[in-house]
C-alpha cells in the first residue's frame, strides 16, 4: 500500500507558473502507476496526466497538453506535475493517485490510492 500528500497549490494569475508535488510512502513505490486528476466545484473529477514506472509512457489530457509536465523520482518516492500558461478553467483541486499496475491508467476508477487533494486558483 502507499500514502499520497499534495503540496504546492495556491493562488496563480492566468499565464502564471505552478508545480504540484506528491509525496509518496512505501517500499513499493516505484512500481506503482501515478496520475494526477482534477476536480472543479460542480464537475466530475478529470484525469490530468498519468506516468509509467519509469517514466516513458506520459499520457495527458488534450485540455493540457503542452502546458502541463508529469514527472516522477523514484528514490524521493516523489511525483511532480509542473503547470504552466494557467488559465481560469485549471481551477480545481487536484489528487494525486497511485495504482499497483503494469499499464499507465487514465480512469478514476482505476486507482486504488489517492492524496487529500490541494486547491489551485487561476484567476483571470
Known amino acids: 500500500q502507499v500514502q499520497l500528500v499534495e503540496s504546492g497549490g495556491g493562488l496563480v494569475q492566468a499565464g502564471g507558473s505552478l508545480r504540484l508535488s506528491c509525496a509518496a510512502s512505501g517500499r513499493t513505490f516505484s512500481r506503482y502507476i501515478m496520475g494526477w486528476f482534477r476536480q472543479a466545484p460542480g464537475k466530475e473529477r478529470q484525469f490530468v496526466a498519468a506516468?509509467?514506472?519509469?517514466?516513458?509512457?506520459?499520457p495527458y489530457a488534450d485540455s493540457v497538453k503542452g502546458r502541463f509536465t508529469i514527472s516522477r523520482d523514484n528514490v524521493r518516492k516523489m511525483v511532480y506535475l509542473q503547470m504552466n500558461s494557467l488559465k481560469p478553467e485549471d481551477t480545481a483541486v487536484y489528487y494525486c493517485a497511485a495504482d499497483y499496475s503494469t499499464v499507465v491508467l487514465t480512469s478514476d476508477e482505476s486507482y486504488d490510492y489517492w492524496g487529500q487533494g490541494t486547491q489551485v486558483t487561476v484567476s483571470s
Open positions: 506516468i509509467s514506472w519509469g517514466g516513458g509512457n506520459t
